[in-house]
């Protein structure tokens, strides 16, 4: 059972476009929201989080929006470049004494043409 | 400075033998994991040891043993291999106590024939 579904699988956008990738959980327990970016033979790397009491968060050209009611988040991508080009994976912690454990959605593969 | 360093970074090796992966981190965390990414990207947990102690462990075959000798180490052994065992294997490790993020090594590439 996957706890966290993430969608798109896949995504191409052209430079300059704004991907969004969504992210969807049932869980309530979860209470940390992060996003983590990879690039092909190398491991995840934390790129931008979000705690639920926070509707949004922007660093840089990431943004991430959070819809607590829905149980929805997703991120954004601004000015998007070839560089970005990578998979995403959503993730959710529960908090407590669960060990900080992450559980992941899906990934979505991003290309960005130049 | 590597935070998290694991070997090696590839493996093949033929079904029925055992192997070990070692992980190693810099970065003074007191929670070590292993996660398994499969053929679709998808990463599950398989482990997760809080001070040489273990805290999580995931549906993963008996095959799979993790031994932590400190707190900055968290090596992976498996027994008698298996095609289906063929994955890349990631080692993450976390402060606990707060909502941070998990710091990943480089993965290895475990391909069995």
């Known amino acids: 059972q996957q706890q966290v579904k993430q969608s798109p699988q896949s995504l191409i956008v052209q430079k300059g476009g704004i991907p969004i990738i969504n992210c969807a959980y049932e869980n309530t327990a979860f209470d940390y929201f992060p996003w983590y970016q990879q690039f092909p033979g190398k491991g995840p790397a934390l790129l931008i989080a979000i705690r639920p009491d926070v509707s949004e968060k922007k660093e840089g050209r990431f943004t991430i929006s959070f819809n607590k009611s829905a149980k929805q988040f997703s991120l954004h991508i601004m000015d998007s470049q070839p560089g970005d080009s990578a998979t995403y994976f959503c993730?959710?912690?529960?908090?407590?004494?669960?060990?900080?454990?992450?559980?992941f959605g899906g990934g979505t593969r991003l290309m960005v043409k130049p | 400075d590597t935070a998290v360093s694991q070997t090696p970074k590839y493996l093949v090796t033929q079904m029925g033998n055992d192997k070990s992966i070692k992980c190693e981190q810099n970065?003074?965390?007191?929670?070590m994991y292993w996660y398994k990414q499969d053929s679709k990207k998808f990463l599950k947990i398989m482990f997760s040891y809080n001070n040489k102690e273990l805290i999580i462990n995931e549906t993963v075959p008996n095959r799979f043993s993790p031994k932590s000798p400190d707190k900055a180490h968290l090596n992976l052994h498996i027994n008698s291999l298996e095609l289906g065992d063929s994955a890349v294997y990631f080692c993450?490790?976390?402060?606990?106590?707060?909502?941070?993020?998990?710091?990943f090594g480089s993965g290895t590439r475990l391909t069995v024939v």
């Open positions: 993450a490790s976390s402060q606990s106590g707060g909502r941070v993020g998990y710091t």
């Open positions: 993730a959710a912690r529960v908090g407590g004494n669960a060990g900080n454990m992450l559980t």
């Open positions: 970065l003074g965390h007191d929670t």
